[in-house]
């Protein structure tokens, strides 16, 4: 394949879905991850035409499943220049004491250990061509802890101790790894976290502009055409409302 390629996760929907048509629009082929086939579908219709895209169904949480998605990829499709760990998710907003350890459980599966499965079966490739770049999806909440936040906060404060470790790591092999911490973002990502309350999940956006999916696509975007050089190495991305996790001004008419 001429093109370089992309692995994308959590294409189906926000971030992901932006990044997938803006990679694509620089020239870049499209692997499209998620657990929604007919979003996959969608997306595929979506991209600029000729973009070539394989679509892979699974979930990031399940280990078998994503070893053999990847597995089923052809030599071609397999040189992954740029992986991009995106998936990930928030369950819950309650107190350390009040936890419901099904939620915990989803946010470490999805966001901790499911980057890692996905990166133990890319970045190989990657180290045996010299050649690649990994961007992790991290959160402000990754950078500060703030109250009811706690294990989705310590899933995100692993991500970014992943990502640096990763850097180190990867140095020796020419291997870009870049890490971005958002901060508020108007995607799914409330919706999930309210399980599917979607009056308290519009209430977290109201009075400000927050932050959209394609903002942050651009800096991904922006990170992987740099000089062969350069290497954006952790990006700190907010609404000018924002101004740390739990101070945002909200204009009240």
């Not at 997306?43 to 280990?63: A, I, M, N, R, Y």
């Not at 706690?150 to 790894?177: E, F, H, Q």
């Not at 062969?228 to 101004?243: E, F, R, W, Y």
């Amino acid at each position: 394949m001429e093109k370089k390629i992309a692995f994308i996760t959590g294409a189906t929907s926000g971030i992901g879905w932006s990044t997938a048509i803006q990679m694509a629009e620089v020239g870049y082929a499209i692997i499209g991850c998620g657990r929604r086939s007919d979003r996959l579908d969608e997306l595929k219709q979506t991209l600029p035409e000729g973009t070539p895209f394989h679509p892979l169904t699974f979930d990031v949480s399940k280990k078998a499943d994503v070893y053999k998605a990847i597995d089923s990829l052809s030599a071609e499709w397999k040189k992954i220049d740029v992986l991009i760990n995106n998936a990930g998710n928030a369950h819950g907003l309650d107190f350390i004491h009040e936890g419901n350890v099904d939620d915990w459980d989803a946010m470490m599966d999805i966001n901790v250990k499911g980057l890692l499965y996905v990166s133990k079966k890319i970045i190989p490739g990657m180290v045996e061509r010299k050649s690649g770049q990994v961007i992790n999806i991290g959160s402000i909440a990754g950078k500060e802890v703030y109250p009811r936040g706690n294990v989705y906060c310590g899933s995100k404060y692993a991500v970014d101790a992943i990502t640096k470790g990763m850097r180190i790591d990867l140095n020796p092999y020419g291997i870009k790894v870049m890490g971005i911490h958002p901060g508020m973002v108007e995607t799914e990502f409330s919706l999930v976290r309210f399980k599917g309350d979607e009056d308290r999940a519009k209430t977290t956006y109201q009075g400000y502009d927050a932050l959209t999916a394609d903002d942050i696509a651009d800096i991904i975007v922006f990170a992987v055409t740099r000089p062969p050089h350069v290497v954006m190495a952790d990006v700190l991305i907010l609404p000018l409302d924002q101004a740390s996790t739990m101070v945002i001004n909200k204009k009240t008419s």
